[in-house]
């Protein structure tokens, strides 16, 4: 089961977030069928969004990242929501 945790203390001066995406990340390289390098850049592109969404203002905003690149990956997209929802796409 993946976790996102988030953290503020009381004079709201420190924040902290964590995550664990094994399962998100695993689910997103199974439905695309990729292994090895991809798999590593999908799993740590999907807890890079998350850890990123914890900063919108709502649940209803969203962070997308795109990565461009020119080797075996090509392209990768992420999107993810404030509310932890998050997907992954190999173009």
Same mark, same amino acid.
């Given at each position: 089961?993946?976790?996102?945790?988030?953290?503020?203390?009381?004079?709201?001066?420190?924040?902290?977030? &964590?995550?664990?995406?094994?399962?998100?990340?695993?689910?997103?390289?199974?439905?695309?069928?990729?292994? %090895?390098?991809?798999?590593?850049? =999908? %799993?740590?592109?999907?807890? &890079?969004?998350?850890?990123?969404?914890?900063?919108?203002?709502?649940?209803?905003?969203?962070?997308? =990242?795109?990565?461009?690149?020119?080797?075996? =990956?090509?392209?990768? =997209?992420?999107?993810?929501? %404030?509310?932890?929802?998050?997907?992954?796409?190999? &173009?």
């Amino acid at each position: 089961m993946d976790t996102l945790l988030r953290a503020i203390n009381t004079p709201e001066t420190i924040r902290v977030v &964590a995550a664990t995406s094994t399962e998100t990340a695993r689910e997103a390289c199974r439905r695309q069928g990729i292994r %090895g390098a991809q798999a590593m850049a =999908i %799993g740590r592109a999907v807890t &890079a969004g998350a850890l990123l969404a914890t900063l919108a203002k709502s649940d209803k905003e969203r962070v997308r =990242i795109q990565i461009q690149g020119h080797g075996p =990956i090509g392209q990768l =997209i992420i999107d993810a929501h %404030g509310d932890g929802r998050v997907r992954a796409c190999l &173009a």
